[in-house]
């Protein structure tokens, strides 16, 4: 076998464990006693979700009420079915994988995401040499006007691609890695799930349009990995239409996952190109545990760092690319979301570097109410927009996702002990000053 196949092979291979990262399984049915239709499932849960966004928009008031510049932060899988989530994360990875087959096929294996293009004239032999598309056929495909003119084609305008081909009444085929064969992409898509789709895309309109009213901005959290293409991709739609002259949509990128900066930076192209502001929270992630067991379980690769250090190492990488971003186009915003201090102060460093001041308000910090005010109120009191979370919910789910929080720190209790004291210290001058209330 030539090199260029056998490197075709062996992504073959690493994708078909990849693929069984976002397949449904029994753990995301529906689990409504006594109910057996579908149908009845569905608007079951469609009901569920519009309680939901009811909920999030009495946040958003809340939020808005409470401080200047406020943020309200959602979950997709409260406002869509988890299952569907997972289905239409599948999909999205293949034709992602699909892409990055037909660059191992033209020689350009391993290359960082946004240099690896595709010439459009090879592309086209392929397609037509798998039967996908005929030559005719695959240049409609590639002269619509979100594509370059430049005869290549890269990972955004492949993403560009799915979303004018998806439309359309005929389905797109690829080939199966497994059998061979030629089959549609959104096969499993069924009446019911297109609707999903455009429910959920609704939802999120009516909770932006409600946080522009308020002057809130909404901040879209990351979840499992088996859920985040589909989250990502729906909030980047969102963002295409809401971040146009300010931030308004935030997405959340988990800098323990092995793609955070693929992620990151292709996303930030993306908002180059189109004219829109990127708006970002960063976090280290949450369920890394839970990602690691279900991939043991399921065989696929670990999609999380392999160490706390490589997480930290992503985090930083990650964070410094957005305040470049910052300092040159001006279009960009981020939280840091952290407890941890080397993280706050090599932000406050890179920003000294780059000539971005706290009152620009492209760069704030956020930490959980209750936790590490020892980091939150002195980044106050220099003048930065500093924000607590407020988790809320009922306490045998909260509990554990304040059990996560401290689980991803390293040395928390060391923080919390170290914030017991600082506390101690200030109640001790208080009360000799007599100022025990000020």
Not at 52 to 80: N, P, V, Y
Not at 173 to 192: A, C, D, V, Y
Not at 346 to 357: A, P, S, V
Not at 385 to 401: A, D, F, Q, R, S
Request: glycine fraction near 6%; proline fraction near 3%; include cysteine.
């Amino acid at each position: 076998l030539s090199s260029r196949t056998s490197a075709a092979k062996k992504e073959m291979g690493g994708a078909e464990k990849r693929e069984k990262q976002y397949r449904a399984h029994q753990g995301f049915g529906d689990h409504h006693g006594g109910v057996t239709g579908a149908h009845t499932y569905f608007y079951a849960d469609e009901a569920k979700c519009d309680q939901h966004m009811e909920t999030f928009l009495r946040c958003i008031d809340a939020s808005s009420g409470s401080s200047e510049d406020g943020f309200s932060a959602i979950k997709l899988t409260a406002l869509a079915r988890p299952q569907f989530l997972v289905r239409f994360s599948e999909v999205l990875v293949k034709w992602r994988r699909f892409f990055h087959q037909m660059a191992t096929e033209q020689g350009q294996a391993g290359r960082a995401v946004l240099d690896t293009k595709l010439e459009v004239e090879k592309l086209q032999e392929a397609l037509a040499n798998l039967g996908i598309a005929s030559k005719a056929e695959s240049q409609q495909w590639f002269s619509g006007e979100n594509l370059r003119t430049s005869g290549t084609v890269d990972l955004l305008d492949w993403h560009s691609l799915f979303d004018s081909r998806a439309k359309l009444s005929r389905p797109l085929l690829i080939p199966n890695r497994m059998t061979g064969q030629l089959e549609p992409l959104l096969s499993r898509f069924s009446k019911e799930e297109e609707l999903q789709m455009k429910r959920v895309l609704q939802r999120m309109d009516v909770l932006a349009k409600r946080a522009m009213e308020k002057g809130v901005r909404l901040m879209v959290d990351a979840e499992q990995s088996y859920f985040q293409p589909a989250i990502s991709h729906l909030t980047v739609e969102t963002q295409r239409r809401f971040n146009r002259s300010q931030p308004i949509i935030y997405n959340t990128y988990q800098c323990y996952l092995k793609e955070a900066y693929n992620n990151v930076t292709g996303d930030v192209e993306l908002s180059r190109r189109e004219g829109w502001h990127f708006g970002t929270k960063l976090v280290r992630g949450a369920y890394m545990e839970q990602e690691r067991e279900r991939a043991a379980q399921m065989g696929y690769e670990d999609p999380i760092n392999p160490t706390y250090e490589k997480t930290n190492e992503m985090y930083h990488r990650c964070l410094d690319y957005v305040l470049e971003e910052i300092k040159h186009s001006r279009r960009a915003s981020v939280m840091v979301a952290s407890h941890n201090e080397d993280t706050v102060k090599f932000t406050l460093r890179r920003m000294m570097e780059l000539g971005i001041h706290p009152s620009d308000k492209k760069v704030c910090f956020g930490q959980l109410l209750g936790m590490c005010d020892q980091i939150t109120f002195p980044l106050g009191q220099a003048g930065f927009p500093v924000y607590k979370y407020v988790p809320y919910g009922p306490v045998n789910e909260v509990l554990p996702y304040l059990s996560r929080r401290a689980q991803e720190n390293r040395g928390f209790m060391q923080r919390a002990n170290r914030e017991r004291d600082l506390l101690w210290k200030e109640v001790k001058r208080r009360l000799l000053t007599g100022n025990f209330f000020s």
